[in-house]
């Protein structure tokens, strides 16, 4: 736990001190922002959904810029080295990368607070619902992390980082849009495709259940699984460095 | 302290360690010579844990490092090739968080830390991201990184890469200095580093030990009587590659 910690406080203060992470939080925040308040004015319904609707689609570019640099910057400095010499177990060390992202990640996503405060200023909004959506979207953050480290920790090359976890947050996204999931079926009706690809690995099914209130064990096994598989996954290519 | 028992290193169809044996006991000081690509490196990456050998054993302190890689970690300090450093970390917060990795908290952290910005010198630069440092002031930074706890072993490879004549002369003093009780192996190509300091020179080629011993042995077991371990190194080299050409 002292050596998750000790990566961790380390790799915050590097995001912290890299201008692309305000960046891209600026970036997000604005383009969420907007997307709100568009469709705010356009229902005029004082509700967060349309925040949430949108908030998987921004995560495709934005998840993998944040994990890009995470371990390829450290296979293209030769720091992992330094890192996987030091008395600290690979999972450790996994751990405190991937805590100190889902920190950062949890406090660009306090950035959208605002939206709730105009909301509970203008009406009554349900805070239950709302409260399941910001546990969805985190959860679906956690997972994006998750994959962007495993991948981040295949290549050298940052840009192949963000290429690769941008391409698998895609299908995990669109795999579960329905109109997606519609043409999918429509190439063949008898087996349909898309339902079952939608049903067994898309994220959107599981997040949707979040932003509709819904707070099943199922749903959250199913973030809590597949972050948990792809941070496994990561430690073990550490190990695999040594061979 | 360090034992090596018929190591072999492969990269897919390279043999870049070629059935190394040998040993290093405390307070002596070794010198691992070797041309470029003649395996010191990964031979050192191996004792590190870093790496993996395809087949034979390290031992570090008693404990293989396959077995158990966390204590031979606690026990060695590191400094790779090439001093791979947090290039945006402040050189403090650098030693620190090494120091920390090792388990040294509150004051013992404070009094580790202290203690290698002494030695080491690096007191110029504590303020300074890592990249603002010299190449010279990097690499003390990566000393102190592989000093701050203490370690009874100490892995070097090439130290004195970026040194200036005074920083090198500073250098073999410090090492000198922490031979007591401490197993040091250090890699290098400069031969004028090891006849100063080393206790013993292990010559690597081509993966393969050439000589292991003092200057005395070396020259007996080349049959080059008082000319040098330059002399020596070279006679070493260029027969073992004459004879593999030949062969």
Redo the contacts between chains.
């Keep these: 736990m002292?050596?998750s910690l000790?990566v961790a406080r380390?790799e915050v203060?590097?995001y912290f001190?890299?201008p692309i992470a305000y960046i891209t939080a600026a970036v997000f925040l604005v383009l969420a922002g907007t997307s709100f308040m568009n469709s705010f004015f356009l229902a005029g319904v004082i509700d967060m959904r349309p925040f949430f609707d949108t908030l998987p689609f921004l995560l495709i570019p934005f998840v993998p810029a944040l994990t890009m640099r995470s371990w390829s910057e450290e296979h293209a400095?030769?720091?992992?080295?330094?890192l996987?010499?030091?008395?600290?177990?690979p999972l450790q060390i996994v751990v405190g990368k991937y805590g100190a992202a889902l920190f950062y990640y949890a406090l660009i996503l306090t950035g959208s607070l605002p939206i709730v405060a105009m909301l509970v200023w203008l009406g009554e909004p349900d805070l239950g619902l709302i409260f399941c959506g910001y546990l969805g979207a985190f959860l679906l953050g956690a997972l994006f992390l998750a994959f962007g480290q495993f991948l981040s920790s295949l290549t050298h090359n940052q840009i192949v980082a963000f290429a690769l976890a941008a391409l698998l947050a895609s299908i995990l996204v669109f795999s579960g849009e329905p109109r997606v999931v519609e043409v999918v079926d429509g190439l063949a009706p008898l087996w349909q495709p898309g339902t079952a690809i939608s049903d067994s690995i898309s994220c959107l099914p599981h997040y949707e259940a979040f932003v509709s209130g819904l707070i099943g064990v199922d749903h959250l096994l199913y973030f809590l699984l597949m972050s948990g598989f792809f941070l496994w996954l990561t430690q073990v290519g550490l190990r695999r460095?040594?061979? | 302290m360090i034992r090596v028992d018929s190591v072999t290193r492969t990269y897919g169809a390279i043999t870049a360690v070629d059935d190394i044996s040998f040993a290093v006991a405390a307070g002596e000081i070794v010198g691992f010579v070797g041309p470029n690509g003649a395996g010191k490196s990964t031979m050192l990456?191996m004792l590190?844990?870093?790496?993996?050998p395809t087949a034979g054993t390290v031992t570090v302190g008693g404990f293989d490092t396959l077995q158990a890689p966390?204590e031979v970690?606690?026990r060695?300090g590191?400094l790779?090739g090439?001093t791979?450093?947090?290039?945006?970390?402040v050189v403090d917060?650098l030693v620190r968080?090494?120091g920390?990795?090792?388990?040294l908290v509150g004051a013992d952290l404070e009094a580790a830390r202290t203690r290698v910005i002494d030695i080491c010198d690096i007191g110029p630069v504590l303020g300074q991201r890592v990249r603002e440092c010299s190449t010279g002031f990097r690499q003390r930074v990566g000393l102190s990184?592989a000093l701050v706890h203490d370690p009874p072993v100490l892995l070097l490879d090439e130290p004195t890469h970026g040194f200036d004549p005074l920083q090198v002369m500073a250098f073999r003093d410090l090492l000198i200095g922490l031979k007591q009780d401490r197993a040091i192996l250090f890699s290098t190509h400069i031969i004028a580093d090891v006849e100063a300091i080393s206790d013993r020179v292990l010559i690597i080629h081509q993966g393969r030990i050439l000589g292991d011993g003092n200057l005395d042995e070396l020259e007996q077991c080349a049959g080059l009587g008082g000319a040098g371990l330059e002399a020596i190194f070279a006679h070493l080299v260029s027969t073992t590659t004459t004879t593999q050409v030949s062969q």
Excluded: N
């Excluded at chain 1, 400095?77 to 330094?82: D, K």
């Excluded at chain 2, 791979?84 to 970390?89: A, C, E, S, V």
């Design positions: 002292a050596g000790l380390r203060r590097a001190d890299s400095q030769g720091t992992v080295e330094l996987l010499t030091l008395p600290l177990q460095i040594q061979y | 990456k590190a844990t870093f790496l993996r966390l970690r606690r060695i590191y790779p090439d791979p450093l947090y290039r945006d970390m917060d968080f090494v920390g990795a090792h388990g990184c």
